[in-house]
């Protein structure tokens, strides 16, 4: 496969994590022993902690839209980084609306198989200032 058609890969599933609605969904391309960092201030590893805590947070949501408005991705032979700005906006099932801009990281390492797995996600919501959600390089 090429590194153009591996970068498509990724960006899909990347796409595809953001639309999912529980956690058995959300962790469809995760590895067993993925390490991740969620905006909760905690870390954890493996697939029943996520799947549990995405699904508590789901439970809370009336609706869920997740709009990806940048990407950048960088991909070797066997490790792939897809860095997202995502704009959030969520209605809780008390009527509460809430939208929010998150960085996420997800980086992948092909399997021998030929498949990507996510091995380590990172999430998080800028503090303090009015940033636009726009990535500057230099």
Same mark, same amino acid.
């Given at each position: 496969?090429?590194?153009?058609?591996?970068?498509?890969?990724?960006?899909?599933?990347?796409?595809?994590?953001?639309?999912?609605?529980?956690?058995?969904?959300?962790?469809?391309?995760?590895?067993?022993?993925?390490? *991740?960092?969620?905006?909760?201030?905690?870390?954890?590893?493996?697939?029943?902690?996520?799947?549990?805590?995405?699904?508590?947070?789901?439970? #809370?949501?009336?609706? +869920?839209?997740?709009?990806?408005?940048?990407?950048?991705?960088?991909?070797?032979?066997?490790?792939?980084?897809?860095?997202?700005?995502?704009?959030?906006?969520?209605?809780?099932?008390?009527?509460?609306?809430?939208?929010?801009?998150?960085?996420?990281?997800? +980086?992948?390492?092909?399997?021998? #198989?030929?498949? *990507?797995?996510?091995?380590?996600?990172?999430?998080?919501?800028?503090?303090?200032? #009015? *940033?636009?959600?726009?990535?500057?390089?230099?």
């Amino acid at each position: 496969m090429s590194l153009n058609n591996d970068k498509e890969i990724l960006i899909s599933m990347v796409k595809e994590m953001t639309q999912s609605s529980t956690g058995l969904q959300s962790t469809k391309h995760w590895s067993a022993d993925t390490l *991740w960092y969620d905006i909760p201030p905690y870390a954890s590893r493996g697939l029943q902690p996520a799947i549990k805590m995405f699904d508590s947070v789901f439970s #809370n949501f009336k609706s +869920c839209e997740i709009s990806i408005l940048e990407t950048d991705t960088f991909i070797s032979n066997d490790m792939g980084i897809v860095c997202t700005i995502q704009k959030i906006d969520i209605v809780f099932t008390n009527g509460v609306s809430k939208s929010l801009i998150v960085r996420e990281t997800d +980086c992948f390492k092909k399997a021998d #198989n030929n498949e *990507w797995k996510l091995i380590h996600q990172h999430a998080s919501a800028p503090s303090g200032g #009015n *940033w636009d959600g726009k990535i500057v390089t230099a």
